[in-house]
């Protein structure tokens, strides 16, 4: 089944939700930790539950679990066994899923669906918490990237997620892993979502338009796209991906800050209403999933929300 067509049929877009680590860190949460926003799913929980609701009623269709940085050697560090560790992946399903449904059974559904649930599928380079996401400088080659995900990736599409977010990929080497891993699970859908280093490479180098061409014929890849790249490169990225692919295109990326390595911090000024102003030009492009990844939050999310367009009743 296409996940995706009744949001567009209905409002010709899917609102995808903001940053999760900005959210907490907003809150107060010191997310300083190899394990980053998932530390939260050992400590508290419910504050993960609370941030998927609050983009919820801010407007989003999708909201990601926690599992980005959730991985079972990153958990098994600290001292979880397997079976625990594997339990944590599930558990960051079981919270977006609560939120959903509550959410579902509070409100009149007066111009909304039923919102999806997405298991986030961080990358490599996520585990190794040096940058690596966004170089694809890695020390596996894609057999050695296979083995390491496909424990989680099948933890996570059987989790009861309605879809897999692959996201954040920044090499070549790994799309090759997740074509693989994808046709492992026919019964799931996912999107696939790369890194850019310009208009036209993901972060290897690669060009995005040859990455789309490869996910072009996986029937279960529903959406092709970026996210955690600055926003001012979409409009190129976008181009170059329908050049490729028929699929839908999702984008959503930082919120327009740049972060500074160097003294680790988050640099210039984010505008929600400005950052919807650019996603409604982004869907006139042909991106139709569109939301926010670092530095967002749901203002921002409200602000895409509030430039949809109801098409039909639901």
Not at 12 to 21: F, I, R, S
Not at 30 to 38: E, N, T, V, Y
């Amino acid at each position: 089944m296409d996940l995706i067509k009744p949001f567009i049929d209905f409002q010709g877009l899917l609102v995808v939700d903001g940053g999760l680590a900005t959210e907490l860190e907003w809150r107060g949460y010191d997310l300083r930790d190899p394990l980053w926003s998932a530390r939260l799913l050992l400590e508290e929980p419910s504050a993960i539950q609370q941030v998927h609701t609050d983009y919820l009623w801010a407007g989003a269709d999708c909201i990601i679990a926690a599992s980005y940085q959730a991985t079972l050697p990153g958990l098994m560090a600290r001292g979880l066994s397997e079976g625990e560790a594997a339990d944590l992946l599930r558990l960051a399903v079981k919270l977006a899923r609560a939120a959903r449904d509550t959410f579902w059974m509070a409100q009149e559904h007066v111009g909304r669906l039923r919102p999806l649930v997405a298991a986030s599928i961080g990358p490599y380079g996520a585990y190794l918490a040096n940058g690596a996401e966004y170089t694809g400088d890695y020390d596996l080659d894609t057999t050695g990237l296979v083995a390491w995900h496909r424990a989680r990736w099948h933890i996570l599409a059987n989790s009861g997620a309605d879809l897999l977010a692959c996201e954040t990929c920044p090499s070549y080497s790994e799309l090759e892993a997740y074509c693989e891993l994808l046709a492992e699970t026919p019964q799931i859908p996912a999107w696939v979502s790369f890194t850019a280093r310009d208009g036209r490479h993901i972060s290897d180098g690669t060009p995005i338009a040859e990455c789309a061409a490869r996910l072009h014929d996986i029937p279960n890849v529903v959406a092709v796209g970026v996210n955690c790249t600055p926003p001012r490169l979409m409009p190129e990225l976008i181009a170059a991906i329908q050049s490729a692919t028929d699929k839908y295109i999702i984008v959503y990326p930082n919120s327009g800050e740049r972060y500074d390595p160097v003294q680790k911090e988050w640099r210039g000024e984010s505008d929600p209403s400005t950052y919807g102003t650019m996603c409604r030009e982004w869907r006139k492009l042909g991106a139709v999933l569109i939301g926010g990844c670092c530095r967002t939050r749901p203002s921002h999310i409200r602000q895409i929300r509030d430039r949809v367009r109801v098409i039909r009743d639901a």
